[in-house]
């Protein structure tokens, strides 16, 4: 079923903030009850204006498209560069309808996982701090850092725009002096885990997202390169 006004404009009889106040006025009916604001409706419903009854014609569903990018260094996760750097949408194939939108971004000393939909709720969904989506690092920091210093990052830093921690820490290898972890948190500010390390005293060498919720950074998919993936894992996923 599809939005009442969304259905409305369809039918050509106004533009759907017009028809959000008819709603409000209580002009609308379907199937006999006085419409509200949220309600949904499809074709055979009996739906009037004014008493009079509309004509719906189907909505066509809206090509939804889901693709990762394996991003490299030194690309900006922008459509276009003041400073003339090469974007991720340059490495995209056309999309089906519409056009891609990034889900959150990677800033240009960061590589690896970039989502990319032709679906704008969805994307928005993803990246609104309200659902929590985890984000997963592998970070290669300068030097050892100590057992409080990973305490720390677990129970939170104060960062210039508030508190922030990683919902999971975990040591993976790393030749000395150097140490390279296992990060996740469940928000996407800016600079967020450079500044978190840098936060304790450690810079971060390398830093790469392997995961975006459900969806992980496939070992075979080479840097620069895209794939696309069904759209159905995400809304699968009950968190999201």
Request: glycine share 8%; charged share 30%; no cysteine.
């Amino acid at each position: 079923m599809t939005r009442l006004q969304k259905l409305l404009a369809g039918a050509g009889l106004a533009s759907r903030r017009t028809i959000e106040d008819w709603i409000r006025a209580g002009r609308i009916t379907v199937n006999g009850r006085v419409a509200q604001l949220g309600d949904r409706a499809e074709p055979g419903d009996d739906v009037r204006v004014d008493g009079k009854p509309v004509v719906l014609a189907a909505v066509e569903a809206p090509v939804r498209q889901l693709l990762i990018y394996n991003k490299p260094l030194d690309e900006v996760t922008t459509r276009s560069d003041p400073q003339g750097r090469r974007t991720v949408f340059e490495s995209l194939p056309p999309a089906e309808a519409g056009r891609w939108i990034s889900i959150g971004r990677l800033d240009v000393n960061t590589s690896g996982l970039l989502l990319f939909t032709t679906d704008g709720e969805l994307a928005h969904r993803l990246m609104h701090p309200s659902g929590e989506v985890e984000r997963e690092y592998r970070v290669t920091v300068r030097g050892r850092p100590t057992p409080e210093a990973l305490d720390r990052l677990r129970r939170g830093v104060t960062l210039d725009d508030g508190p922030a921690r990683f919902d999971r820490l975990e040591l993976v290898s790393g030749p000395a002096p150097d140490a390279t972890f296992t990060v996740v948190l469940r928000e996407g500010r800016n600079r967020e885990v450079r500044r978190m390390w840098s936060a304790v005293g450690h810079d971060v060498l390398r830093l790469i997202r392997t995961r975006y919720g459900p969806v992980e950074l496939p070992p075979d998919l080479p840097m620069g390169r895209w794939r696309h993936i069904p759209i159905e894992i995400l809304d699968a996923d009950p968190h999201i």
